[in-house]
């Protein structure tokens, strides 16, 4: 309910506009990944808190310092993956690191559900943890006790950090991206707003029922995920029993992780795999074609991303949005050209590029 129709379009056009303002007032070049941050983050605290904070809010602000050093610690190898067993002798300055950042995570979001908890109102759902209260509330009258075992606050702030880890890396790393191929092909952002101009009044806002319209738009968004690959290799998943794949025998309980990278930059599957083409997506008219086998940023099968249906909505309005107000340039003198920074976190990032704006409208 919180995720998707005209409350998501509210959210998106609501933080983009505060948003605009800030970096209209922007005389010098900027890094663009300070405002893309912002506006992913504070769309987050809405969504589950019904916070529509002030661009610096001190909670947000914590929130995302917090995701910083998680991704930090994450980079590289805990010993205890290794072995295990370290955990009871002797915790690696790394690991207390991670443990005490979710320590914090957990004290945050723990007085956030309290705070929720105490002036929950069943009749008046404000925002995503209001609904998983509601669902335990259902669950309990109807006797379902392995709902409600399943909906503690335990886990509800888990899932709470899943909501937030989960859509703000990976959103916020997929703009990066684009608007660094924005800036590097500047024909197809203009493309992008004639497009947008075209079937989007001035004044009016980018919304869901114009995606159908936004086919170029979108051609660019998933040609970024694809050179992009935010998340070069996926999530461990277990087989439930024997299979084949491609050809190879796979016995039941292997761990299989798909290489999105991989996929994604197979020469013999993507004409021209390095350059930037966003038609690879379009029919000869123009419209959205079927969507290649080989692009699967969000996985595949039973256990696909669920937020595929949100990310790529809010993805798309997110885009319109700032193209809608903004034509984004490199500085003067300097020549650009898209590339991933040498990092070994959860996330493919693009090199920190700083961005010029002119207003449109």
Request: net charge negative.
């Amino acid at each position: 309910h919180y995720m998707h129709g005209v409350i998501l379009e509210n959210m998106v056009n609501d933080v983009c506009e505060r948003i605009v303002e800030e970096m209209a007032k922007e005389t010098e070049p900027f890094i663009m990944s300070e405002y893309i941050d912002k506006i992913v983050i504070h769309m987050l605290f809405n969504m589950c808190f019904g916070r529509k904070c002030n661009l610096n809010d001190p909670d947000v602000d914590k929130m995302l310092k917090l995701d910083f050093e998680l991704n930090e610690e994450i980079a590289g190898v805990f010993i205890e993956d290794i072995i295990p067993g370290m955990t009871y002798i002797y915790k690696t300055q790394k690991w207390r690191r991670m443990e005490e950042i979710m320590k914090e995570l957990h004290t945050f979001l723990r007085t956030e559900l309290k705070q929720h908890m105490d002036s929950y109102d069943p009749s008046n759902i404000r925002d995503y943890t209001d609904s998983l209260l509601l669902a335990r509330d259902e669950a309990e009258t109807e006797g379902r006790s392995e709902e409600v075992e399943m909906l503690s606050d335990e886990y509800i702030i888990n899932i709470l950090i899943d909501i937030f880890f989960a859509g703000l890396d990976t959103t916020r790393t997929t703009l990066d991206w684009f608007f660094s191929f924005m800036v590097e092909h500047q024909e197809f952002q203009e493309k992008c707003q004639s497009e947008i101009d075209q079937f989007i009044d001035s004044g009016e806002r980018p919304k869901s029922i114009d995606r159908p319209n936004l086919c170029f738009t979108e051609a660019c968004v998933m040609e970024t995920m694809r050179m992009g690959s935010v998340a070069s290799i996926g999530l461990p998943h277990s087989t439930i029993c024997d299979t084949t794949v491609g050809g190879y025998d796979i016995p039941k309980n292997t761990t299989v992780i798909i290489n999105h990278w991989a996929l994604h930059n197979d020469a013999s599957f993507w004409k021209d795999v390095d350059k930037f083409d966003p038609y690879r997506y379009l029919t000869k008219e123009g419209k959205m074609d079927m969507k290649p086998d080989n692009w699967l940023p969000f996985s595949a099968g039973r256990r696909v991303c669920l937020g595929e249906p949100v990310a790529r909505t809010e993805l798309l309005l997110i885009a319109s949005n700032l193209l809608q107000n903004f034509r984004f340039k490199a500085p003067p003198g300097v020549s650009y050209v898209t590339s991933v920074r040498h990092n070994f976190q959860g996330v493919e990032l693009p090199v920190i590029y700083k961005v010029v704006v002119e207003k449109r409208i």
